[in-house]
């Protein structure tokens, strides 16, 4: 029976040890994977901030390129009103080069040769007696020259006015050239935004990516997490039965020792009395309790 109690003990001493080793490596596991998950956890929370941030500069680009098109769009539009003004512009000049074209070799010479001319004929109609068939061509020949001064000057009109429209050709044709650079200049900082778009997009798929997988990979780690916290208080459990077991093993051997010392004892008083050998208050307690809790109890009454 002894070696039977003394063959379980080293068993579930044995058994003890071997949860003790597992609960020691499954914390042991507990404590790396926490410490990795505080790692995961730090390159998420980084990842995020910096989604966070690109996300940000996308709204802000994505408003900046909004802001940039309407420009681009009233800057066309004032393009169109300056080519169809610029087509009305050049198509009175056509129109006055070709009504003056008969009169493109007048000057101010001519012009001042046909006023002296129709001075002359003035004069002469006024101091010089003429015959009425001479008056007549006289007139007539004014009247012509007035015609031909009338067109010359209309014709030096039209110069100056065709100068003037000149002009506002070419200050028409720099206004557009300037709105051409302009819109190009912005339609180049809208391609230089979607290009930023584009490689912000990509990082964002990139990080967004990666969040998903630091998510997934925190996921089993506290699942592990989990199961470790269970399997340990399991084998605690079965640690601490185990751990009883072995106390009430113990304690029944040392029950049994001390009955068996108890019994010795009070075998030695018994023959002590039969040999007629006075005994101690001691020997009379041992003599008179039936188990060892009986002789411990009446020591407590003392």
Do not use: H
Request: charged share 40%; proline share 1%; net charge positive.
């Amino acid at each position: 029976m002894v070696a039977r109690v003394v063959a379980d003990e080293a068993e579930i001493v044995s058994k003890i040890s071997e949860l003790r080793e597992e609960i020691k490596k499954l914390k042991m596991e507990r404590y790396n994977i926490i410490a990795e998950l505080r790692q995961l956890r730090a390159e998420r929370k980084e990842r995020v901030s910096r989604l966070r941030d690109l996300r940000s500069r996308l709204r802000e680009l994505r408003n900046k390129r909004r802001a940039l098109v309407e420009k681009v769009k009233s800057l066309r539009e004032e393009r169109r009103n300056l080519l169809s003004k610029l087509r009305v512009v050049a198509g009175e000049i056509d129109e006055m080069r070709r009504s003056i074209s008969g009169f493109a070799r007048q000057s101010e010479r001519r012009i001042s040769a046909l006023r002296r001319r129709i001075g002359e004929l003035e004069w002469r109609l006024q101091t010089q007696v003429l015959s009425t068939e001479q008056e007549r061509a006289i007139v007539e020949e004014i009247m012509r020259l007035e015609a031909e001064l009338e067109k010359a000057l209309e014709a030096l009109r039209y110069r100056e006015v065709l100068a003037e429209k000149r002009a506002e050709l070419v200050s028409l044709r720099l206004n557009l050239r300037e709105l051409s650079k302009e819109i190009s200049k912005i339609s180049n900082s809208i391609s230089m935004i979607d290009q930023e778009l584009g490689n912000i997009r990509t990082e964002i798929e990139r990080l967004s990516g990666e969040v998903s997988e630091l998510d997934k990979k925190i996921e089993e780690l506290s699942s592990r997490i989990k199961t470790i916290d269970e399997q340990i208080a399991s084998l605690a459990q079965s640690l601490s039965e185990l751990t009883s077991a072995l106390r009430e093993i113990r304690l029944g051997r040392e029950r049994q020792r001390i009955e068996e010392l108890f019994r010795k004892q009070r075998k030695a008083v018994e023959e002590k009395l039969k040999r007629g050998e006075p005994l101690t208050i001691e020997e009379l307690k041992v003599l008179y309790s039936s188990s060892p809790d009986e002789l411990e109890s009446s020591e407590d009454l003392k």
